[in-house]
């Protein structure tokens, strides 16, 4: 099986499993703003669930899997799987404790910290109050998290894509769950978010067990910290942790910068930015885990021409998704809050108001799904230094854009500000990447990207043309509106798919093959 065949397979899996999980996540979005609303409670927990989401990218979702799973991977097809299972009962091990003194850490520093990062709620009684305790609440999800991402990193190296990238399903429930039923039976309604999110974490965790179970790896507690591969990861995870730090601060500068801002906000940047990861989280994600594999053995075996045809190969899939993306959350922004958000407290106002918010993190997706693709490619080369720099950068970008929007547009100057860091994040990582190895051929992308062109200009026209068919600020008519919006996705959908494939469009004829190829398996 060639690497794009196995990049594209492993990209269909968690693309479908996190596809599920990022439904349940807007389900659960919904069930928020129609509890809450956006203002005061939704403001404080956003911000308090910034903290363990910030050092859960720190320690698990970026650092951690990016140098691990090389590692692994080098020393399971190198050196056997009882080398490899002895090196993952190492970083267990070593994990359980960092984790645990972090969580331990994070509660008694609660204080300083969220005052640090919310310190425009204080001017608003009681909501910096309720946020530090939000925060401590939360905050040992952090330790369970980190520990479901080294598994996952097992798990994926393994071939295993399916369950991790299901897990943020049972989060997404929990939640949902937690507040239906919780909400009105505590002083602090919104704490049954904070709970809800710890029984999520804790579930997570527990559904990983059957399938490492059923691949015969059993973790176990092992102190040998001074072990050579151990140390090689420690090692390139630190400054991974500088860069992912430094990406995650992008978050916490603008939030910081919102708290300033009139009260609701911090809402509008979350409830926007939740349904900008809805197509990030379904394809872009998934590519990401999927490539740093294939990507991480060709290095191994000092395949750099391979390597650069599967950036291309995973490059050409972000553009042929992300584009149609885009434009499609340009066009519907105000449709999908209108259908899915506007009841209970959230209102028309609020629908405007984060709609504008999606609107300006639209654009970015592009380049959000290039960064993610080529900032793996570093890892495999075992370079974590250059993103870190080129993310510093990006900071300083990010928050001198954001202190001169501000004041103009308020939030909607804020999502613009990280929209235009991420174009100049994904422009100087392919710089510096061809830099490192040399050119990436990339100039092959642009006739796909001529044929994409007139497929999404027909695509917007249908989409727009649909949508005017309904007055969206109009409360109620649920089942009109999601007839009309679903026409609008699925007609525009099937015209830039019909009109790709009618112009060869390599991959998009690539995936019909593939889909082709397992529908008649199937049959079979």
């Known amino acids: 099986m060639s690497e794009n065949v196995k990049i594209s397979k492993a990209t269909g899996i968690m693309g479908l499993a996190t596809g599920l999980s990022r439904v ?6 919904i069930v928020v703003a129609g509890l809450f609303g956006a203002g005061f409670a939704t403001d404080a927990f956003f911000m308090a669930f910034t903290i363990p989401n910030l050092l859960r990218r720190f320690f698990a979702e970026g650092s951690l899997t990016a140098s691990f799973v090389p590692t692994y991977s080098e020393i399971l097809h190198l050196q056997g799987e009882e080398e490899a299972d002895r090196i993952a009962n190492i970083c267990w091990t070593l994990l359980l404790l960092t984790m645990a003194a972090v969580t331990i850490l994070g509660i008694v520093g609660s204080p300083l910290v969220v005052g640090g990062i919310a310190s425009g709620f ?3 009684e009681g909501k910096l109050a309720l946020t530090n305790t ?13 520990m479901l991402a080294l598994l996952t990193g097992i798990l994926n190296v393994r071939g295993h894509f399916f369950l991790p990238s299901l897990s943020p399903l049972f989060l997404n429930l929990s939640m949902i769950l937690c507040g239906w039923f919780l909400s009105s039976r505590l002083g602090i309604p919104i704490m049954s978010l904070a709970i809800g999110v710890l029984i999520g974490g804790v579930l997570q965790l527990l559904i990983q067990y059957p399938v490492l179970r059923r691949m015969g790896i059993r973790l176990r507690l092992d102190f040998n910290f001074k072990e050579a591969a151990v140390m090689k990861i420690a090692r390139l995870m630190l ?57 991480s053995r060709q290095a191994s075996r000092e395949d750099m021409e391979g390597l650069r045809s599967s950036l291309r190969f995973a490059l050409s899939l972000i553009l042929l998704v992300t584009l149609p993306a885009m434009i499609g959350l340009v066009l519907c922004a105000v449709p999908i809050y209108s259908l899915f958000f506007m009841s209970g407290a959230f209102g028309v106002e609020e629908v405007e ?33 250059t993103p870190v720099w080129i993310a510093f950068w990006t ?26 860091s991420s174009v100049f994040n994904s422009i100087a990582l392919i710089w510096a990447l061809r830099f490192q190895i040399g050119p990436l051929g990339l100039a092959a992308l642009l006739s796909s990207l001529f044929k994409l062109v007139p497929a999404a200009v027909l695509m917007a026209l249908f989409v727009q043309g649909t949508l005017t068919l ?55």
Not at 24 to 29: C, E, P
Not at 254 to 282: D, H, K, N, W
Not at 470 to 495: C, R, T
């Open 24 to 29: 349940a996540g807007l389900a659960r979005d």
């Open 122 to 124: 204080g001017a608003v």
């Open 134 to 146: 939000l925060n401590m609440v939360m905050f040992p999800y952090i330790a369970l998290v980190s």
């Open 239 to 295: 400054p991974g942790i500088a860069g992912v730090a430094i990406y995650q601060i992008n978050v916490v500068v603008t939030r910081l910068l919102a708290s300033f801002l009139p009260e609701g906000s911090v809402s509008y940047l979350y409830y926007g930015q939740r349904l900008f990861e809805f197509p990030q989280g379904i394809f872009i994600v998934s590519l990401a885990q999927a490539v740093l594999p294939s990507m």
């Open 353 to 385: 108001k984060t709609a504008m918010a999606l609107a300006a993190y639209a654009p970015g997706l592009l380049f959000v799904g290039i960064s993610r693709v080529v900032v793996p490619t570093f890892y495999a080369l075992k370079n974590t230094r």
């Open 395 to 420: 900071l300083l970008v990010n928050a001198l854009l954001g202190i001169l929007l501000m004041g103009p547009f308020a939030h909607l100057g804020l999502a613009m500000a990280l929209t235009l």
């Open 470 to 524: 309904i007055e969206w600020d109009l409360e109620g008519h649920k089942f009109l509106k999601g007839m009309v919006l679903g026409s609008a996705v699925l007609g525009g959908g099937g015209i830039y798919a019909l009109v790709c494939w009618l112009l060869r469009v390599p991959e998009a004829t690539e995936a019909a093959a593939l889909f082709r190829k397992k529908l008649f398996r199937r049959r079979e």
